[in-house]
């Protein structure tokens, strides 16, 4: 009877935590595979419009970003409240478009540089000034695969 | 007895806190991707030719910058656009037998609408001052247009959508042969109704 020793009565086991590790692992696993790095942070307000008709933009390598929209609040004191193009980390004009282009083209390997799509990732309050402005500039660089980047949707939301 | 003794167990409570710090950093520096949108393609640089168009295969769209949509002279709600422009892509205003006759083309012929999709040309005027999500929401049903038009086509023809047949083109692991059957279907899809919007950007006061 000794072999089963009684187990004093009022003292509660401790609640095992090894599992706990598994289950924070699992949720960090699914954070690595479903984001992405921020390559640059927004100086920008993004807030992207609506669309159906939407493809994805399949190969990251073949991007490359254009950034419009109003500077965001910290910045507004001295970029003011129009539209403003960020490109990179930084504000930038309307001219600076092209070179830039050219410049990100050149970084990559030869055989990307005329598949690449120009990203606009455009605040749905810009106006369509600026973006005729920027089409422009991707024109006279050759660059003219554009895609507007926009969020899954119902376009009809973007009247209102 | 050694042999018995019990290993002390390696304490893994602090593994869960390590956990957290890289989730917490990722959390952090990480931003769920918002890579779709609308594919365009834009016209290379101008090299200004006139060509004679005739009215019938062009098809005006004004924006205003209250964002208020013109087809063809009238205010149209947003809504119609689609169907407005299907019907004057797929009109196929050629009677069979003459040259630019559509044999595929579900439209009903009307005389003041496109001749075929060839020749069907979409004008937008968009003023510099209008919004950019109106810019949108018109590329969107632009777009869906000529989806909804090769999709239906690509069905009677080859029994897939032209979406689907995209898809398992662009997706890895495709034998070549097959590659090559669907990259000419796709071409030929493109062909039967190929995208024509000319944009135009006004300042308009």
Redesign the interface.
């Known amino acids: 009877m000794a072999k089963f020793a009684k187990k004093k009565d009022g003292d509660l086991p401790a609640v095992s935590?090894?599992s706990?590790?598994d289950i924070?692992?699992m949720?960090?696993f699914f954070?690595?595979t479903?984001?992405?790095?921020?390559d640059s942070s927004l100086l920008v307000q993004n807030t992207?419009?609506?669309?159906?008709?939407?493809?994805?933009?399949?190969k990251?390598d073949r991007?490359i970003y254009i950034y419009v929209g109003k500077p965001t609040r910290e910045y507004q004191s001295v970029y003011g409240t129009e539209p403003k193009i960020q490109l990179n980390d930084k504000f930038a004009s309307v001219g600076e478009v092209g070179s830039y282009i050219l410049a990100e083209r050149a970084k990559k390997p030869q055989e990307l540089q005329n598949v690449l799509?120009t990203?606009l990732?455009?605040?749905?309050?810009?106006?369509?000034?600026l973006?005729?402005d920027i089409?422009q500039e991707?024109?006279?660089v050759?660059a003219?695969?554009?895609?507007?980047?926009?969020?899954?949707g119902n376009?009809?939301n973007?009247?209102q | 007895m050694s042999r018995f003794r019990q290993l002390p167990e390696v304490n893994?409570?602090s593994?869960?806190d390590?956990?957290?710090l890289?989730?917490i950093f990722?959390?952090v520096?990480?931003?769920?991707?918002?890579?779709?949108?609308?594919?365009?393609?834009?016209?290379?640089?101008?090299n200004r030719t006139t060509a004679e168009i005739k009215d019938r295969n062009l098809f005006e769209l004004n924006l205003n910058r209250t964002?208020e949509l013109m087809v063809e002279g009238e205010t149209t709600p947003?809504?119609e656009l689609r169907k407005m422009v299907k019907a004057f892509i797929d009109n196929g205003g050629i009677l069979p037998g003459n040259s630019g006759y559509c044999s595929y083309c579900a439209g009903t012929g009307d005389a003041l609408l496109s001749e075929n999709p060839q020749k069907a040309i979409i004008a937008l005027r968009?003023?510099?001052?209008?919004?950019?999500?109106?810019?949108?929401?018109v590329?969107?049903?632009l777009?869906?247009a000529y989806?909804e038009l090769r999709n239906e086509v690509s069905i009677t023809l080859y029994g897939a959508t032209f979406e689907e047949m995209k898809e398992e083109y662009?997706k890895g692991g495709v034998v070549t042969e097959r590659k090559e059957v669907l990259q000419r279907k796709i071409k030929k899809i493109q062909e039967m109704y190929p995208q024509k919007i000319l944009?135009i950007?006004t300042?308009n006061f």
Not at chain 1, 34 to 38: A, C, G, L
Not at chain 2, 30 to 39: F, K
Not at chain 2, 126 to 137: F, G, K, L, Q, W
């Open positions: 935590t090894a706990l590790p924070v692992f949720l960090l954070f690595m479903v984001t992405t790095m921020k992207l419009p609506n669309a159906s008709e939407i493809k994805k933009l399949e990251k991007v799509t990203a990732k455009v605040d749905k309050n810009a106006n369509m000034g973006i005729s089409k991707l024109r006279k050759n003219l695969k554009v895609n507007y980047t926009t969020y899954e376009a009809f973007n009247l | 893994a409570g593994m869960a390590i956990a957290f890289l989730l990722f959390l520096t990480a931003s769920i991707p918002t890579d779709e949108g609308l594919h365009r393609i834009t016209p290379p640089k101008e964002g947003f809504s968009v003023p510099r001052e209008a919004d950019y999500s109106v810019y949108v929401t590329q969107n049903e777009q869906g989806n662009n944009e950007s300042s």
